[in-house]
């Protein structure tokens, strides 16, 4: 059975300070997801890394991957208010429709 | 871009109801999913098909069942709500991409209240 964890579930940091929130996973996969949601709103993808050494970076986040570790992470740069949210990761899961396997979520709270 | 809706944003039902729950994709993906999202539980996978007239079940089934009798629609149904159904239900749909994986578009969610 394929486990994601994430780490840390909760986070809260000052603007304009740097972290780093992981996501690990349990068997091997080399196509790893992250979503962000706002609250009471759905998923919007972020985004989608297919390969090992796999790097993304849009505005202030940046996320890679490390296939031989299972191992993504999400780096936050210089943080503003409107990056919290809620953040998922996912793996994709080898069967019928390629289903997802999501982490728990790591809750964001950028303070002023 | 893709466009996942969902028939309703906002629900409130009866206990003992039969509750439909409708999701539509308007970019021909063969996968679709049905999730729900309960504080603290995180998103759990309810049912899934990968073809029209297929479906699987995914980790929390019991008490729903799902239609999917054209590609583009995938339905959820409650056949008799109950209050421990109450949750914020997320449709999902995808197709295996070059540059996007099996990235999953998500509908905006239906919030069901069942009293």
């Known amino acids: 059975e394929l486990k994601v964890e994430q780490n840390p579930l909760f986070l809260s940091m000052q603007e304009g300070k740097n972290y780093t929130i992981y996501c690990n996973y349990s068997?091997?996969?080399?196509?790893l997801y992250w979503y962000r949601q706002d609250p009471g709103k759905s998923l919007e993808s972020l985004f989608v890394l297919l390969s090992n050494g796999a790097v993304k970076q849009e505005g202030r986040l940046m996320a890679s991957l490390d296939t031989k570790a299972r191992l993504s992470t999400l780096h936050i740069t210089a943080a503003v208010h409107d990056l919290s949210a809620t953040y998922f990761c996912a793996v994709d899961m080898y069967g019928s429709a390629r289903q997802l396997t999501f982490g728990s979520g790591t809750q964001l709270t950028v303070l002023p | 871009d893709v466009k996942v809706t969902q028939s309703s944003r906002y629900l409130v039902k009866r206990t003992g109801e039969k509750v439909f729950l409708e999701c539509v994709q308007d970019?021909?993906?063969?996968?679709m999913f049905w999730y729900r999202q309960d504080p603290g539980l995180g998103l759990r996978l309810i049912y899934f098909?990968?073809?029209?007239?297929?479906?699987e079940k995914g980790d929390i089934p019991e008490g729903y069942s799902v239609s999917r009798e054209k590609k583009e629609r995938f339905s959820l149904i409650l056949e008799s709500a109950s209050t421990n159904q109450t949750s914020m239900y997320l449709c999902?749909?995808?197709?295996?991409?070059?540059?996007?994986?099996?990235?999953?578009?998500f509908g905006p969610g239906t919030r069901l209240t069942v009293t």
């Open positions: 999902a749909s995808s197709l295996l991409g070059l540059t996007r994986g099996y990235e999953q578009y």
């Open positions: 970019m021909d993906h063969e996968n």
């Open positions: 068997t091997t996969s080399d196509r």
């Open positions: 098909s990968y073809d029209v007239k297929m479906k």
